[in-house]
């Protein structure tokens, strides 16, 4: 399992255990932005990962490239989330791994999973990772929230692309917005995230979305390129990103559901929420269905629409603790596929309401009840895949991660 990719906003439950107190509810959103409520929160000069805490919210990022595209979050408990030493006892993470580009022949992106050897094809991350250390910002006069941002390059000239991933962390007062910015190489690029929820053509942003403390997302950006990119656009449907979402420090027996059901039920249906339990917190996600696409032009990323997401869960069968989710963007000549065209995938705040008691939580919207998921023989970096096409020579690829505490 495995974790960054869109925003994705979640809602944290977390339930206390003896003392009768009710459960303290969270919204939270991962995105590139993260604030971290003092030069304490990011964490001891020897760590390797910085940590913030925003609400009952603690989440971190890596202060080192070489740790790679990986973001954690968990509910902070009694964890002051201060250094490594005082993080959450339960926590997940979320890490990119590689493109999926799923054929015309899948149109529903129903297929691939199955047989990916005939379906699509896998293009891993390599290289270095482009890394900015974790920072504080004021959106606001009265709000505060933590950044950090990585990216990771994949392919080669032929065709290739990059993918960025940004992260925020609410930790005080309010804030909304629209845009997200992305670390894409050494710059900074800025990018509408919000769309308009309308197929088709339309280059206005959609309405902005109101942050508030404790609120944590993540926002996913990427674009293709290279000289043979368009010749072989014809061969796909969907270009896409592979997060692997891990569950190993969710304590023994820890459960995920999709759509609020097993995952002996979800097979290859879209994706629209996810609930993850632990022995001791909760954690639900939101997944919005809309993304926007564009072409970036002279460095700017210039929305030209709007179109639906395709979400998958894949199994990771080398172990009960992973799995993957696919976020695939269909091809478009004036975005996905293009050359230098984009997508900003941005999911939404959910609210969730809860109730109670000692040993279990149950919710209006997610029934956390499921069994312990049983996998068999898949690998990490997606077995079956074809990882190199005839005619194609994956290009630069590039993935960013950030963390925003208000």
């Not at 290279?226 to 891990?246: E, F, H, K, N, W």
């Not at 290859?268 to 993850?276: A, D, R």
Request: aromatic share 12%; net charge positive.
């Amino acid at each position: 399992m495995t974790l960054i990719a869109p925003n994705i906003w979640l809602a944290i439950q977390h339930f206390i255990f003896g003392s009768g107190a009710p459960p303290v509810a969270m919204v939270f959103s991962l995105s590139r932005t993260c604030f971290f409520a003092g030069l304490s929160q990011i964490g001891q000069a020897a760590d390797k990962y910085a940590l913030a805490k925003g609400g009952v919210l603690c989440a971190a990022g890596p202060k080192d490239k070489s740790l790679g595209p990986i973001t954690l979050v968990g509910i902070a408990g009694s964890a002051t989330c201060t250094s490594q030493a005082t993080s959450p006892k339960e926590y997940m993470t979320i890490e990119v791994m590689a493109t999926v580009n799923v054929k015309s022949t899948d149109a529903d992106a129903t297929k691939y999973a199955a047989a990916p050897s005939t379906h699509a094809f896998l293009i891993p991350r390599k290289g270095d990772v482009y890394f900015s250390a974790p920072t504080l910002i004021k959106p606001t006069s009265s709000s505060s929230v933590a950044t950090f941002s990585f990216g990771v390059e994949f392919g080669g000239p032929d065709v290739g692309g990059y993918i960025g991933m940004a992260s925020y962390l609410g930790v005080s007062g309010q804030f909304s917005f629209n845009e997200n910015s992305f670390k894409v190489g050494t710059e900074d690029y800025t990018a509408c995230a919000v769309p308009k929820k309308v197929a088709g053509d339309d280059t206005a942003c959609g309405s902005k979305v109101n942050v508030m403390p404790g609120t944590f997302k993540y926002s996913l950006f990427g674009y293709f390129d290279g000289t043979s990119l368009v010749s072989l656009m014809p061969t796909y449907q969907y270009l896409g990103i592979r997060t692997l979402v891990s569950l190993a420090k969710m304590g023994e027996g820890a459960t995920v559901m999709f759509n609020n059901m097993a995952l002996s039920q979800i097979k290859m249906q879209q994706i629209k929420n996810m609930t993850i339990k632990g022995n001791m917190t909760t954690m639900s996600f939101e997944f919005p269905q809309w993304f926007n696409y564009g072409i970036i032009e002279s460095k700017v990323p210039k929305k030209k629409g709007s179109e639906m997401v395709q979400i998958r869960y894949v199994d990771d069968t080398s172990s009960n603790k992973q799995f993957f989710i696919d976020y695939l963007f269909k091809k478009n000549p004036k975005g996905v596929g293009a050359k230098m065209g984009f997508f900003v995938y941005d999911p939404t705040v959910s609210q969730t309401t809860i109730t109670t008691t000692k040993v279990m939580m149950t919710t209006t919207k997610v029934n956390v009840t499921t069994t312990k998921k049983n996998n068999t023989s898949k690998s990490l970096t997606g077995a079956g895949f074809t990882t190199a096409m005839s005619g194609f020579v994956p290009a630069a690829f590039v993935m960013v991660a950030s963390i925003i505490c208000s």
